[in-house]
């Protein structure tokens, strides 16, 4: 995709937005009603609002601010060259009014929108954003439970927007899969995006091919529950297994046993949220026998355990329970450290200019080689959507040096137009999701909102350009709370010191948030922080109780 040379906006800074804008819909699922991912996570309110934010983004001056208030703009208030172009507020209620209920009753009435993490905050970059998340929990599972070796095969189910990620990312580290669908339409999708090598409906077949020379990819058509249980009766055993199913949503999205699709989608939502519950306590309970014969089990961020729990008996859902979060295992180490789902997007919509960052990504870091292999690996295997875009596991310091160094290529002419560097929400200090990001944290802070919050009033005061606050939804989704960051790399010295100050703060505040939380490992990366012969600041920690401990 190139995009026109041509600015409408009066700056940069607010075109970089306008591009981003209009890449969450070209990248996204239904963008004829602003749907961008998530079955409804919207880029703006309603088409008013949309057209309304595009013709105040391209009269945006420097020293302004659009208000955007649950995706629709308010109003343009006078601030100052050094603040945010852009902040936003979506679905934030009180405490009481966060209910499933009022949401929909909200969202029916045109009062608000579910914003999704990145959908309404502009960051969305497709499937490209998985991927790195899926990699680097596989790659964490490898490290911790096989010294980083390929070990067999991995075992898990649903190839949805998130799931498809799973066989891709475990290709890219050498391990061959086989991934359970029930709707044939999915498997062949993936199939003919590369992401599977083989699709069959035979079990039998499925287990001689992981079997086999890998890495390979196969997708099996079925149901999990009924697969996962025949694998466990069975003699072989998966080195992995997991489930990226959208267990999370009982009614509509987990398929139960001996349903085919057609009767699924009539059926009464009651009757079906009952059902999948009972397979999904029989699909997790195999899970629990591969486990006890050695494989490496763990839930995917997707609530099966809760739902199947509440369909076992005290005992059984006891054990069910004890299957790890696949945060709380292998992902809330890297977070200690600051270290999360960084992106960037070239705005020229040139492949070259996206080389030329992924070129300097894969040498400023010498001491991680895993950021380089990353980087050739998902030019290699990454499907391109949208405005070239790469999504990148950085760290505090990390991302505010790669971004200066972008910064300065901009300024030189070697990157051909400014480059917007971003994350997805789920990151260190971004987000609070008690099912998702923040399960079991260690001082209890679960379900604690503060972190977010502090977060988007650091980023504001380090001048990102667009700062995003996000709460709410139904159901699952309504567990959380999050912030977004976006900041453009024009060239500047503005954009040099804005790159550093939010960056900076916003992986500083995930290493003190995780520190504060009793994690030894951020406790670490603040003395680490130190000692850095770059020139990213110190952390500084204050550590109320430890004289104490
Ligand atoms: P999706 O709805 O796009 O896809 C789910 C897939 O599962 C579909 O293809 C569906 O056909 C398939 N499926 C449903 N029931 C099945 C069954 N019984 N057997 C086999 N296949 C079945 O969902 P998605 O976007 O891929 O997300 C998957 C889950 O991951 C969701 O619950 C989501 O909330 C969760 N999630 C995880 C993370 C993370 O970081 N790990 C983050 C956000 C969300």
Redesign the pocket.
Known sequence: MTADPTLRCRTWRAEALLRMLENVLAVGERPGDLVV???QGKAARDWPSYHAIVRALTELEEDQTLVLQSGRPVGVLQTHVSAPMVVSAVNNTVGNWATEETFYRRVHSGQTIWGG?TAAAWQYIGRQG?LG??YE?LRAVLRRHFDGRVPGWLLT?????????QPISARMLGISSLT????PA?LDKLRAAGGLDHVTDDLRAALSLVDGPGPVAVGLL??????FAEIAAGDVLPAVVTD??????AR??????GMD?GTWRQAEPERVERL?RE??AR?TLAMLDLAERGAVVFE?????RVQAASALDPERAGRVLGIPG??EGY?RPLFCRGIGPFRWVALSGDEADLAVVDELAATMFPDRPEVAEWIRLAREHVPAQGLPARSCWLGYGERSRLAAAVNDAVRAGRISAPVLFSRDH?DSAGMTHPR??TEGMRDGSDGVTDWPLLDAMLLATGGADLVAVHSGGAG??GWMQSAGVSVVADGSTGAASRLRLALDLDSGLGVLRHATAGYEEAADEVERSAKRPHDCPPLHWIDVHGEER
Not at 157 to 165: K, P, W
Not at 244 to 249: E, G, I, L, P, S
Not at 252 to 257: A, F, L
């Open positions: 991912y998530a079955a993490l998985v998340g899926t929990l189910s649903g190839l949805g927007g998130m799931g498809s990620a359970v669908e029930v709707d999915k079925g149901n999990a529950a009924t697969v990226q199913t959208a267990a999370h949503d509509h999205g987990y398929v139960p046993e699709l999948a397979s999904m699909q995917n961020g997707n609530n099966l696949f945060m992902l789920l998702i990001g699952y989704s």
